[in-house]
């Protein structure tokens, strides 16, 4: 309809008054399709999960048997480890080391070391001990080596808090300092270790020659893991070229959350965290790429 002025009839709109928001229209197909991705996730790692789980109790099983202590034996070994070094050096050493006992000082740093040999060290075999599983076809190469470190992690943490409480028991060391960063770095050095034994083992899956030299590097660890000294007794001029090594940090972590400020650490939770996942990442891509390499009889 046009007025008689040739304007449209179109009523006009008041200077002052706001402008309606067009009505959007809901994209009714977005939130199903969330929450089936959600659903879809969870029940990936839920599956992911239950395999580990079943290969970490066949593990159990197959390694100390389901008769006698069993389980048992997975804490007991670290745990005879562990206290059989500290009475030694207990023996033949002062009660203290630079201002700190000797005990929880070897505590911190055999037990850290332990768990990364162990973790190395049982990689290795994993895949051999296990050929004839990689028939079932929802079984893969990285869930074995991930099922022994899991494992490894476990049995050695729980030898860690009772050799803890021991020493707490016997008035050789106080609680924690700083429980917070206690598990900060001692499961981020699980996690260093978890890394670095998948690029060995997927160096080994290649070349045979490097199950030879696996128990060389783990003996190399010792001096550059830190697990005998703290990095404040390195002279000033070495200690920034020895925290380049990737170890030593975590164990400093660990170290810092037992003792406390008064006693001197260096860390950097943040480049730890880094090499980290770097040797995890580097890890599963060598196990992923060595496939072709496994024989299945």
């Not at 706001?18 to 197909?29: F, H, I, K, Q, S």
């Not at 580097?282 to 790429?289: D, K, R, S, T, V």
């Amino acid at each position: 309809m046009v007025a008689a002025d040739g304007r449209s009839g179109r009523r006009g709109r008041h200077p002052t008054q706001p402008d309606r928001p067009e009505p959007v229209t809901p994209c009714w197909g977005a939130g199903p399709l969330f929450m089936n991705a959600i659903k879809s996730s969870v029940s990936f790692f839920a599956g992911q999960l239950r395999i580990i789980g079943a290969l970490m109790m066949r593990e159990l099983a197959t390694r100390f048997g389901r008769e006698g202590l069993g389980f048992l034996w997975l804490i007991g070994e670290p745990l005879i480890f562990c206290i059989g070094v500290m009475i030694m050096w207990s023996a033949t050493k002062p009660a203290y080391e630079h201002g700190i006992r000797i005990a929880p000082f070897l505590m911190t740093g055999y037990m850290a070391l332990l768990l990364l040999r162990h973790q190395i060290g049982l990689s290795q075999g994993a895949l051999q001990a296990n050929i004839g599983l990689m028939h079932h076809r929802q079984i893969s190469v990285l869930h074995l080596y991930v099922a022994r470190n899991l494992l490894e992690i476990a049995g050695t943490t729980m030898a860690f808090i009772v050799v803890y409480i021991a020493l707490i028991s016997l008035r050789l060391i106080g609680p924690p300092h700083d429980l917070l960063l206690l598990y900060h770095g001692w499961f981020l050095l699980a996690w260093m270790g978890m890394g670095f034994a998948l690029i060995l083992a997927g160096i080994a899956m290649r070349y045979e020659f490097m199950e030879r030299v696996v128990g060389l590097l783990s003996y190399i660890l010792i001096p550059f893991s830190g697990a005998f000294f703290m990095v404040a007794w390195l002279p000033p001029a070495y200690r920034d070229l020895f925290l380049l090594a990737p170890f030593p940090h975590p164990i400093e972590m660990v170290r810092a959350g037992v003792f406390g400020e008064f006693t001197p650490t260096f860390y950097d939770a943040s480049y730890a965290l880094i090499w980290s996942a770097v040797f995890n990442i580097i890890g599963m891509a060598l196990i992923y790429g060595a496939r072709d390499r496994i024989d299945v009889e």
